[in-house]
Structure formats: C-alpha cells, structure tokens
C-alpha cells in the first residue's frame, strides 16, 4: 500500500463504513468534512413548510427520503406525529443505506437494489413508472438536483419539496483539504457539490474516486485526468475503487 494517504472530504457521519474499510485494510486516509449537514432552523420558513407537509402525511401517496440525511432528520420528525405510517402512503427510500435507518422505526420502506441513486428510483421501482393523479412528497436538502421531481411530473405525478437541512462548505477545513490534496494519495468525493467546492485540482493527475458517470463526466470538464468511477455509492463500491486507484 502506499505511503501517501487517501483524503476523503465528505460530511461527517456518525459510523462512516467507508472509513471504516480503509482502516480495515491499513490503507492510510486523511479525513477533512468540507460540508457539513445542518438541519433547517426550528424558526425557518422551510421547517414550517416541512412541518405541515409532515403533519398531512396522509395525503401523499408516495415520500421519497432522498439520502441518509433526509431519514436521519426527517424520520424523527415522522415518528413524533405518525406511530404508523398513513395507510395509503408509502416510504421509498434512495437506496439500501437510507433504508437500514428505517428499521428503528418499524416503517416498511421500498429502494432501489440495484442503483442507489435518483436514478436508481425512476429506473426500478414500478410504482413510480405511471403517476398519474398521484402526489409525491420528497425529503431532501436545500439547494437539491430537480432531476427526480422533475422526471416525476413528466409521469403524471403533483411533486411537493420539504427541505430538511442546508449543506453548507466548511471554509477552514475546504482550504486545509486543498493544501494537502497534492500530497494525497488519492482524492475521494461522494458528490459533486464536494468535487465542485474543491475545485481545479492543483495536479491534474491526482487519482479521483467518484461514484457515478455524472460525477466522473464533471470531474473531467474540471481538468481531472485520472478518474475510477465506482459502481455506486455504497461503502464497499467506493472502497473497491479505491483500491482500483491506489
């Protein structure tokens, strides 16, 4: 293994699996969040408007968690208000890690196997093919991509938002991240918010790990010359590319 260390630069979590592998296999890493997750304020129009979404659950026919951090916030939330879920309303999940959190709640949850992505929902499931006359509610951040909603009302579907939390830069630690970046090994990014916030890479030929073709397609038009494209998001897709990289 090399003497350079992986820097990976996602928000922190509170058991980071991915982490977790590359100190299992004694690959050394330098971890520095560049975001952080912060739940929307108690006094802001957009915990109002995810409260009323909330407390009408039951007029909505699908909710869709779009991360871990969407069930992490919003779950809670849910619980507090709903013991079950309504009856005709159901939970879809972005993919098996946002599900796992659901079982502390004893909600039964639908995701993708396959892609656990935005892509993932509108390729697999089949409740979301034809929507007719359907209203969905997605959970997610400020400031998320529009492709999943947007795809939706192209299917018939009366799409609300309710955002739950901000991403926001860590000006401190994207600067430290940065200043070390040539020294890595390899550079790890889980989105490409992050790969945006750090931005033209000093050297081009730094080994990047992203997981999906958007993020590699972004990369490339960045300068990045060197890219391994996991299969997916999953601790263990991401890991194996970084061991592809190194």
């Not at 058991?15 to 977790?20: G, I, P, R």
Request: hydrophobic share 45%; proline share 7%.
């Amino acid at each position: 293994m090399p003497n350079k260390s992986v820097l990976v630069v996602r928000p922190l979590r509170e058991e980071d699996a991915f982490l977790k592998l590359l100190d299992q296999a004694g690959i050394p890493f330098n971890y520095i969040p560049i975001m952080s997750i912060d739940p929307v304020a108690v006094d802001s129009d957009d915990f109002a408007r995810a409260t009323a979404c909330i407390d009408e659950l039951d007029r909505f026919d699908q909710v869709i968690f779009i991360s871990a951090n969407a069930a992490e916030i919003g779950l809670p939330m849910i619980a507090q208000r709903w013991p079950e879920i309504p009856k005709n309303t159901e939970f879809l999940a972005v993919g098996q890690q946002t599900a796992d959190i659901f079982s502390a709640y004893n909600y039964p949850v639908g995701y993708p196997q396959r892609q656990p992505n935005t892509e993932g929902l509108l390729q697999e499931l089949a409740q979301l093919q034809d929507l007719t006359a359907r209203s969905v509610l997605i959970l997610r951040g400020g400031s998320g991509r529009q492709t999943l909603g947007d795809e939706l009302v192209r299917r018939g579907a009366q799409v609300t938002y309710a955002e739950l939390y901000q991403r926001n830069i860590d000006s401190k630690h994207l600067i430290e991240a940065q200043n070390f970046a040539p020294q890595a090994s390899c550079l790890v990014v889980h989105s490409g918010e992050l790969l945006q916030a750090m931005g033209v890479p000093a050297d081009k030929h730094i080994p990047l790990v992203v997981p999906s073709d958007r993020i590699a397609h972004l990369a490339q038009e960045m300068g990045y010359q060197s890219v391994q494209v996991a299969q997916n998001a999953l601790p263990s897709s991401m890991y194996e590319a970084v061991v592809q990289a190194l």
